[in-house]
């Protein structure tokens, strides 16, 4: 009657077991991240196996991380060490389970760290027979070999916890997806609500300040292009930050460039972000537009030098930027101020917390800008992120 009573609680018990299995891996499907499967694993492998103590353990590059763990005392839970110097790191190595019953007796084993526990044998599998990711640990408290049974259930449940752990990456590159997609929609509602913004404002100066509708449509489809011109550049970099020198290229391109002898520009690596760089385009295209047509460009012997430089102003560091023209026709202060001089005395300088100035010399016009540096306006090159 004994063995009878036995074998029926050993069947029960063998059930009980295969039903915790099917529960486990029906947990891990609905797993969704990497300490959503730790947690999950711990505590059913510990059920699963009897174990006194259960280790989930991922492969970490080198090293093998142990993430996660169940047991009557305290194991290496958080701990990083070599994958030559555990016995986790064994397994993922070799792709094959460990069965120990004497920890003592094992030169796998590095014995000084285990010394402090309660560990006398273990079972350790790896998660993925090829090219492991993890592995699970299970360690009893008394010397014993575990049986073949259990160390089938620890090797089943680890072929559960690889598809759990490739689920969790999965999503977790689809949900990184998905913040982006929405971040990117964002942006993009931020910049057409931006854009639509200037366009509007520039047809309302514009249109303010026109003396007839042929120089209206004139003066309007100038900027547009030019605001155009801007935004090109910045899509070419990503709406990222874009050097001093690039914006003035692009400002100058539509008259022949920087590689045109009638220009020269000098000064050191400026860094400017998206918006910063296109209230200068705009400023440096109104500069252009009016040298074209009243300034020195006007002339076959015209010249217009465009110099830049960091200054320090009362202890803080500031870009000054100076445009000058030279060898045109006689200079004369306007009657009246547009849209463009408004937008180059006052527009930029006001958007950058700096001051600018327009002089009117017979010799030829300059304009003055300088703004203090700041994350909008950074002195040196742009910080490129490693591929």
Not at 126 to 145: C, H, L, M, N, S
Not at 268 to 293: C, D, F, G, Q, R
Not at 299 to 311: H, M, P
Request: some cysteine.
């Amino acid at each position: 009657m004994l063995n009878v009573a036995n074998a029926e609680r050993s069947e029960q018990a063998d059930h009980a077991a295969l039903i915790t299995l099917v529960e486990t891996i029906e947990a891990l499907s609905a797993t969704r991240t990497i300490e959503d499967v730790a947690a999950v694993v711990r505590s059913a492998a510990r059920r699963i196996s009897g174990a006194d103590g259960v280790c989930f353990v991922l492969r970490d590059g080198d090293l093998c991380w142990y993430l996660d763990e169940d047991a009557i005392g305290p194991m290496w839970k958080g701990q990083r060490f070599p994958m030559t110097a555990c016995i986790s790191g064994w397994a993922m190595i070799h792709g094959q389970t460990v069965v120990i019953p004497d920890i003592y007796l094992d030169d796998r084993i590095p014995h000084d760290a285990y010394r402090p526990t309660f560990v006398k044998s273990l079972v350790m599998t790896p998660v993925r027979a090829k090219d492991p990711i993890a592995a699970i640990g299970a360690y009893w408290a008394v010397g014993q070999t575990p049986s073949v049974d259990t160390v089938m259930k620890l090797e089943a449940m680890a072929r559960a916890t690889a598809a759990a752990i490739e689920n969790a990456n999965l999503y977790a590159s689809l949900n990184e997806a998905l913040e982006r997609r929405t971040f990117l929609l964002r942006e993009l509602d931020h910049r057409v609500k931006n854009t639509l913004a200037s366009v509007q404002s520039i047809a309302r100066q514009t249109l303010r300040t026109a003396p007839s509708p042929a120089d209206f449509a004139e003066s309007f489809e100038s900027r547009l292009m030019g605001l155009s011109r801007a935004h090109e550049l910045l899509t070419r970099r990503a709406w990222g930050r874009t050097d001093l020198r690039d914006v003035l290229e692009a400002a100058l391109q539509p008259f022949g460039g920087l590689a045109d002898p009638r220009f020269s520009a000098r000064g050191p690596a400026i860094s400017l972000t998206a918006e910063t760089a296109v209230a200068l385009h705009m400023t440096l295209h109104e500069l252009m537009v009016n040298a074209a047509k009243h300034g020195a460009l006007t002339a076959a012997s015209g010249q217009v030098t465009v110099v830049w430089r960091i200054e320090d102003v009362e202890g803080v560091r500031n870009l000054v930027l100076d445009w000058v023209e030279r060898g045109g026709p006689p200079v004369f202060v306007p009657k009246r101020q547009g849209f463009g001089t408004k937008l180059l005395e006052r527009g930029v300088a006001r958007d950058l917390g700096g001051e600018a100035k327009l002089t009117y010399q017979p010799k030829g016009l300059t304009y003055w800008l300088r703004a203090p540096l700041s994350d909008r306006i950074v002195a040196g090159p742009i910080a490129r992120t490693p591929e």
